[in-house]
């Protein structure tokens, strides 16, 4: 009997890239509305792409199992 293949999250999976290394790229939350209290430096840092938090890397190998 053939194993039942796991199905990806569609949005997880337009939200996170994986790098060669196997690191986690996402872009920060707060860049949508609201801009005008808050201040240039601030937006400029919300553009930028990081690396997520080690915390959170289990919950999104669950959601994306086929790109590790």
Partial sequence: MAKNKMKTNRSAAKRFKITARGKVIHFRAGKSHLLRKKTRKRKRHLKKATVLSSANISA?????????
């Fill in 60 to 68: 999104v190998k669950r959601l994306i199992p086929y790109k590790f």
